[in-house]
């Protein structure tokens, strides 16, 4: 029997299937979707590989043997690996890139070659077979002097290069042998319990030995009646010693064994919610769903329409079936809220999945869910790839947002991956947005996807009231804070009230950028060609994009100016200057800086909610999915910044953001209003989102797309050639534009190539950036000719990854 392997490797090159024979001691265990190891190259360099199919010929000979497989069970179906393939097609990545993606936490396994000594010889033996030559002697020493076996790593620090030649040598002699080991990076959690093994009734067995063992007897009454518990428990119980647990083992009355814990990322209360009566949009939507069993669908819900709900029935059905579902939200910081909800619903059969959580958790979530115990998984991106077996729906919450785009390779989006693993199961996909992006309303308007729509509140209150307010007019006022005199206005009335407020500021740190008035000089991180941020928590200057993090100086490091000042508002500054006008209020700060450890995101949720503060004031991680009935007023500080980049996603970015920050407001039992803070009030796309006019929006936006051949019209594909020597990555970016002119799929679509030019962000991380653009009808047209250009060998250091319709262009 034969295998065709994918091997772990970066290299498109060599991303292929690579035949290997399965010695007969490993039959069993070689299966389709399973990890092994394998000999790889002319130095067999052991490598980690997937098995992808298995056959019974093969049409040449000297095939190497896989040397022994990783997973008892493989870790992905049939269904998993036809979904990988897509993926190395549709993304342009290695095989094993998206494998990946589908691989628990933790599953990374750290290889170790062991070199053994045989029993076939003596060592007087053995050194005669290698008395010729004097590197052999010197590794059979080493290996009789370490007792017969030696890591291969031990043995390359002592004899350098030429270690791997040598073993080998004793390989083929027979004096040496290699074993593989793998050591897992996370594995099951157990805890000790003992439990009563004895054959003699155990409250007789206590009544005799209650004189001379009175703590013993104590032990024996605890676990008469069948329980395993842990000894930490018995201690406690029975006041007892460990040495008193240990010495009824010895005796034979009791049993130790090893009991499974599982890390649960979030505590069960038990609590339990009934579901709501649905209104009648409500009711609509889901009987649409669930009347079709399969297809997508987008759910276009104004904010506070009540969506949550609909997907909380859809899921309830679902489970009904003994199916499993997964729910997607955008953000890390959106996942208490819904899991909240998602647990008072449904309980413990509910699993989460996030980059958050410990190596721990994430591998007993993982567990769960491929054991078929958690029917329900809510997660953020990454929770598309969970292993479910029975899917019955996917449900996309706010579907717009750009998080669902990977920055990582493979580039994918978690939406295209949806409908792949729902078509897949043949189950339902529903997306769902207050602002779709523009992309999925087309789709809706030309029937690619069924359209429903939640056009009322499940309050039946209105829409907060929008208040635009010119920034301009306060500064020529004499009003230099980052609060409008309305918002501080409205502030003020609802601390007096007992209502709460959010404040939305796209901007962490203290200041943007820190700079010399007299010379111009600015801090510039070191890595990235970007300024750095001042944070005055710590009174340092960071870098946001590689974490470069320093001092800063009483004067200027070029002139030395004292004139050096911090410019621009961050969250820091914002939470500073309203803490000042407003010294009796309770503010609380989410952002990075401040959700960064284990729960951070709950932590600061949980004290908004619990009313232990009054002022919510933070990044976009507040502007989407919070659901505080006590807020009634939402400030956007900043709103135009996102709108002037060179990204044409510019203006709905902005719209989005404005139209979810203001929904937060009103959504309990009182009115709500939101005051937008713009230096450019008259901006249509600030008007139309104060007005929460989605479907104008749209109309202005996809007219926008289609004149200027932007998605969904066309394709972009973004070629980002990167490397620590400039001149190295200009000459190859140089070399790539000539290959693409001539590349058949890029000549065929007629494409006009962009490019090669710096990167909007010419530096990260020391390496240089260049980028090639261009726009497509058929990405997939780009065929054979694009992917051996991308895999073609380049320059040491330099790489090239690709990005189809990329949401970030910097």
Request: charged fraction near 30%; hydrophobic fraction near 35%; charge should be neutral.
């Amino acid at each position: 029997m034969y295998a065709e392997v994918y091997i772990n490797t970066p290299l498109l090159s060599l991303d292929k299937p690579f035949t290997y024979r399965i010695p007969k001691k490993l039959l069993g265990e070689c299966a389709v979707g399973a990890r092994c190891y394998v000999p790889f190259g002319y130095t067999n360099r052991l490598s980690e590989g997937i098995i992808t199919n298995i056959t019974e010929e093969v049409s040449f000979e000297n095939i190497k043997e896989i040397k022994s497989v990783i997973d008892p069970m493989p870790l992905l179906s049939k269904k998993d690996i036809d979904l990988i393939f897509k993926m190395r097609e549709d993304y342009y990545c290695t095989f094993y890139a998206a494998a990946k993606l589908f691989l628990p936490a933790g599953s990374e396994q750290k290889k170790e070659e062991w070199v053994n000594l045989t029993d076939k010889f003596t060592f007087e033996e053995a050194c005669s077979l290698v008395k010729r030559s004097a590197l052999q002697e010197r590794l059979l020493m080493l290996l009789n002097n370490a007792g017969g076996s030696m890591e291969m790593t031990a043995i390359r620090a002592e004899m350098g290069k030429g270690a791997r030649g040598q073993v080998n040598a004793l390989i083929k002699k027979g004096i040496a042998t290699l074993e593989f080991k793998s050591i897992k990076k996370v594995s099951e959690k157990t805890v000790k319990v003992a439990y009563y093994s004895c054959d003699e009734d155990a409250y007789l067995l206590a009544e005799k030995m209650r004189k001379k063992s009175p703590v013993q007897a104590k032990i024996i009454e605890f676990l008469a009646n069948g329980g395993k518990y842990t000894i930490s428990d018995i201690m406690a119980e029975c006041e007892a010693s460990r040495n008193s647990i240990e010495a009824l083992n010895i005796k034979g009355i009791i049993e130790f064994e090893e009991k499974r814990i599982l890390r649960s990322p979030v505590e069960d209360k038990e609590e339990r919610s009934l579901a709501f009566e649905a209104t009648d949009e409500q009711k609509t939507a889901i009987e649409k769903i669930k009347n079709a069993k399969r297809g997508t669908f987008l759910i276009h819900g104004v904010t506070g329409s009540g969506k949550t709900e609909v997907y909380l029935q859809l899921v309830e059905d679902v489970i009904r079936m003994g199916k499993q579902a997964i729910v997607l939200v955008p953000e890390i910081s959106l996942t208490p809220q819904i899991t909240d909800r998602f647990y008072k619903r449904f309980g413990s059969v509910v699993a989460i999945m996030h980059s958050a959580l410990s190596l721990g958790e994430r591998y007993d979530e993982y567990s769960r869910i491929r054991k078929g115990e958690a029917k329900v998984v809510v997660g953020a991106r990454s929770a598309i790839f969970a292993p479910v077996r029975d899917l019955g729906i996917i449900i996309v919450d706010e579907e717009h947002e750009y998080s669902y785009k990977s920055e990582t390779t493979p580039k994918y989006h978690a939406i295209e991956v949806a409908r792949m693993r729902a078509e897949s199961f043949d189950c339902p996909l529903v997306l769902a947005s207050a602002t779709p992006s523009a992309e999925s309303y087309y789709k809706a308007e030309c029937g690619e996807y069924t359209l429903i729509e939640l056009t009322k509140r499940y309050n039946l209150n209105p829409l907060p009231k929008v208040e635009i307010v010119d920034m301009r007019k306060e500064l020529e006022e004499g009003n230099r804070t980052v609060l409008s005199r309305s918002l501080a206005k409205g502030m003020y009335e609802n601390l007096r009230n007992g209502e709460q407020t959010i404040l939305f500021l796209n901007r962490r740190g203290f200041s943007t950028f820190v700079s010399c008035r007299d010379c111009g000089f600015v801090y510039m991180c070191p890595n990235c060609s970007v300024s750095l941020t001042y944070h005055a928590s710590n009174d340092t200057l960071n870098c946001h994009i590689c974490s470069h993090r320093q001092g800063r100086d009483a004067l200027c490091p070029e002139c030395g100016s004292r004139k050096i000042k911090d410019f621009g508002a961050g969250t820091q500054k914002a939470e500073r200057q309203i803490a000042e006008i407003f010294p009796t209020a309770k503010v609380v700060r989410m952002d990075a800086d401040t959700t960064g450890g284990k729960n951070g995101h709950e932590k600061v949720l949980s004290e908004f909610e619990k009313d232990e503060s009054d002022i919510l004031l933070g990044t976009q991680m507040v502007s989407k999915g919070l659901d505080f009935p006590r807020v009634t007023l939402v400030g956007a500080l900043a709103a135009d910044a996102s709108l002037f980049s060179d990204d044409f996603r510019a203006q709905e970015r902005t719209f989005a953001l404005i139209c979810q920050v203001s929904g937060r407001a009103g959504r309990g039992d009182k009115e709500g209003r939101a005051v937008i803070q713009t230096y450019a009030p008259e901006n249509r796309v600030l008007q139309l989102a104060a007005k929460q006019d989605y479907k104008a929006f749209y109309r202005d936006e996809i007219a926008f797309r289609k004149a200027f051949g932007y998605p969904p019209f066309e394709h972009i594909v973004n070629i980002l050639i990167t490397g620590e020597d400039e001149e190295k990555c200009e000459k190859c970016a140089a070399l790539v534009l000539a290959e693409l002119k001539v590349a058949e799929g890029v000549r065929s679509e007629g494409a006009i190539l962009y490019g090669p030019h710096d990167a909007p962000i010419k530096k990260i991380q020391g390496r240089y950036r260049k980028r090639i653009w261009f726009k497509i009808k058929d990405s997939k047209a780009l065929g054979k000719d694009f992917r051996k250009m991308l895999g073609a060998k380049r320059p040491e250091g330099i790489q090239i990854t690709v990005d189809i319709d990329p949401y970030s262009m910097s």
